[in-house]
């Protein structure tokens, strides 16, 4: 009788903790589209946006949904799926059948489709897991020719590019960086040829260049977020040092009680 007592306070206690972690997710205005989080109350009213790595304009659609978009740049290496893209969103944002590469890539991208899509990358190896439907050759695009074509200021950016990301940030010059406000990261370090030091060192970079980071889904790095506190005033920035700190506390509080992520 006392242990089925204890069980059922166990059970009460974590919903608890669920609810109140919710609760403060809000308070902290932390929004998540398409395994993809950021900080709601960071983007002004008409904000401007790049998608690497769109996929079917999955997150796009659901961030334009709840906020104003004034102008916005969707990136896509498939060409089925940057098709469908042009046609879904063609007349609200730019859409570019491109490889987000690094500073230092040259030439075209060959680029290996997956009988999955998500798993479809530049590393054939990848794609691979799942089956290879094809290879195609895609034209690159620079991560600066994009913070360009969107007039020098981005307020959120997001990567889902199947390990390309690690290179982009890696590469992308200091004074681009400075230009988003938010990235929105899914990073990939369990297959080859990326690990997770390759994730740290990009962490590093961010931090260097003025970033703080959130970890949604800690220790995984699956959904990381950079803050651009040069961005922000002075006092700004001493409120969401605060935020970024109570946010990953959260998280990996989270993670210690449920043995589970933000995503799941």
Request: proline share 3%; net charge positive.
């Amino acid at each position: 009788m006392l242990q089925g007592k204890l069980s059922q306070l166990r059970l009460k206690a974590r919903s608890f903790f669920k609810r109140t972690f919710h609760v403060l997710l809000d308070r902290l205005e932390i929004r998540r589209f398409k395994e993809h989080s950021f900080f709601g109350s960071l983007l002004p009213q008409a904000s401007i946006v790049a998608d690497f790595g769109a996929h079917r304009g999955e997150f796009f659609a659901a961030l334009k949904s709840d906020y104003s978009i004034s102008r916005a740049v969707l990136v896509e290496a498939n060409p089925t799926l940057a098709e469908s893209l042009k046609e879904t969103f063609g007349k609200e944002s730019d859409v570019l059948h491109a490889a987000v590469v690094g500073a230092n890539s040259k030439g075209a991208v060959i680029f290996t489709r997956s009988t999955n899509p998500e798993s479809s990358s530049i590393f054939k190896e990848w794609s691979a897991a799942y089956g290879i439907a094809d290879q195609v050759e895609v034209p690159p695009v620079e991560f600066a020719s994009v913070i360009r074509e969107l007039g020098g200021r981005v307020d959120l950016v997001k990567f889902d590019i199947e390990g390309a990301e690690v290179d982009v940030l890696k590469e992308a010059r200091a004074s681009d960086l400075a230009s988003c406000g938010q990235l929105t990261v899914e990073f990939h370090d369990r297959r080859p040829p990326l690990t997770r030091r390759d994730v740290d060192d990009v962490c590093r970079r961010m931090r260097s260049e003025g970033y703080l980071i959130v970890k949604p889904n800690w220790p995984n790095v699956d959904d990381v977020l950079f803050v651009n506190l040069k961005s922000m005033r002075t006092i700004k920035r001493i409120e969401f040092r605060c935020r970024v700190a109570l946010a990953n506390a959260l998280f990996i509080i989270r993670r210690r009680i449920f043995g589970s992520g933000y995503s799941q």
